[in-house]
């Protein structure tokens, strides 16, 4: 029994000598105690299971980390390692969990990790991988998977096989080259997350609607063709992005999904109205620019938590609802459209960074003017009301009327005439003569 104490003694200060002695070499400036902390565990036979370590470690991995083959769980993100995570990685039969993310220095080859079967987690996000990622397709009990890198030029892999991972909730792919027809992903019905952006997927999107734990679904920069289904009861749904993939139709019923913060369906080819998301209070994010979408803007008005609404480059029309009560409003782009009426008053709008109506047919009250002229976000250039009805407004209080002053959308009215533009004491004075008056 003495003698079995002893080896084990033995054995545990091995283990912990081989980590303190890579970790001291990464520049760690702490010490592992023989019997583990919150950060490294160790079972009753003395052999390490786990390391969960986020530090900006410098240097290279060494051979001797492989010997540590009772690991179930590995995490070492946020790194400055360099070179290459061995093949010697396969000797962890035992590993669960992987997070190697955020090692923007380090290659990873992930076809390495094809042996190991018992992974049911694996992050390499913002980790320089190559390989084939059809590889980790027979990992059949993974319930979450994240690669994707700014850039991955030596990653491939064919999306057809990931209907084996038949557990898997969390699905993030990105910038990894991947092909294959995109209909094959939704037969995974446990799936809470998807990010599969900036890829060359293709095919139309299928019926969705039987994954109702969708969280966040990104299917943006592919090659995708057809329309966007029915997603009316993805009650779920918070994140929706599907911007720059050819898609075509129109746009469905979100009316319901009120728990929805984001929607981003940007330089498609959609046509149609835009549906109806007054009751969509979660909003925060509306990206609805550079398509050919056409009717009137829908009710706003109780959308408070709205910071970026972008209808621009479409075919509305009718006039701009009200936006006085969107107090975290940041950006407001409806330019380049065929809207009319008044320029609504922003007075209260004390977050507006970014403003932006040109290219339509709408009018300014000098009431409005006179408020609008008061704020900051003048100062910051971000304010174009350019190409507009703007008619009968004798002072713009230091407004740079060379901004809004040109009148020609409408076709029913002639530009201002400049007279003189006098600057003095930060002061911009002009004189123009309006030849519709």
């Known amino acids: 029994m003495f003698q079995n104490d002893i080896y084990i003694y033995i054995y545990m200060t091995t283990q912990i000598d081989t980590l303190n002695t890579i970790l001291t070499a990464w520049g760690y400036d702490k010490v592992i105690p023989q019997k583990g902390n919150d950060d490294v565990d160790i079972n009753n036979e003395g052999n390490i299971t786990y390391i969960g370590l986020s530090y900006n470690f410098k240097g290279t991995i060494p051979e001797s980390f492989y010997t540590l083959t009772s690991l179930q ?176 139709g129109s746009i469905p019923d979100i009316s319901k999904l009120t728990n929805l913060e984001y929607i981003k369906l940007s330089n498609n080819n959609l046509t149609g109205s835009i549906p109806d998301i007054s009751k969509l209070t979660n909003l925060t994010e509306v990206h609805l620019d550079q398509n050919n979408l056409s009717g009137s803007i829908p009710d706003i008005s109780k959308l408070k938590n709205l910071n970026i609404f972008y209808l621009y480059n479409n075919n509305l029309s009718g006039s701009i609802p009200n936006i006085s009560n969107l107090k975290n409003l940041i950006d407001f782009n409806l330019s380049n459209n065929n809207l009319s009426g008044s320029i609504p008053d922003i007075l209260n709008l004390a977050n507006l960074y970014y403003f932006n109506l040109s290219n339509n047919c709408l009018t300014l009250t000098q009431d409005v003017a006179d408020k609008i002229s008061k704020l900051d976000i003048y100062t910051t250039g971000n304010f174009n009301i350019n190409i507009n009805c703007i008619k009968n407004i004798k002072n713009f209080n230091g407004i740079d009327q060379l901004n809004c002053g040109v009148c020609i959308s409408c076709g029913d009215c002639k530009p201002f005439i400049i007279n003189t533009i006098l600057i003095s004491e930060d002061k911009l004075n002009i004189t123009y003569t309006d030849p519709n008056n």
């Open 73 to 248: 769980g590995l995490s070492i993100n946020g790194t400055s390692l360099k070179g290459e995570v061995s093949s010697k990685i396969q000797n962890f039969t035992e590993l669960t969990f992987l997070d190697m993310s955020n090692n923007n220095t380090l290659t990873f080859n992930i076809s390495y990790l094809k042996p190991l079967n018992k992974l049911t987690y694996i992050d390499v996000e913002n980790t320089i991988c190559e390989g084939d990622i059809s590889d980790l397709f027979n990992l059949t009990l993974l319930t979450h998977l994240s690669v994707g890198y700014k850039k991955n030029p030596n990653i491939k892999g064919d999306i057809k096989d990931v209907i084996l991972l038949k557990n898997l909730n969390f699905l993030y792919l990105i910038l990894c080259n991947l092909t294959g027809n995109i209909h094959d992903i939704l037969k995974l019905t446990n799936l809470t997350d998807v990010y599969l952006y900036n890829n060359n997927l293709s095919g139309s999107i299928p019926d969705i609607s039987n994954l109702t734990n969708l969280n966040s679904f990104d299917l943006s920069y592919n090659n995708l063709s057809g329309s966007i289904p029915d997603i009316s009861n993805l009650t779920k749904l918070s994140f929706f992005n599907l911007s720059d993939s050819n898609l075509s």
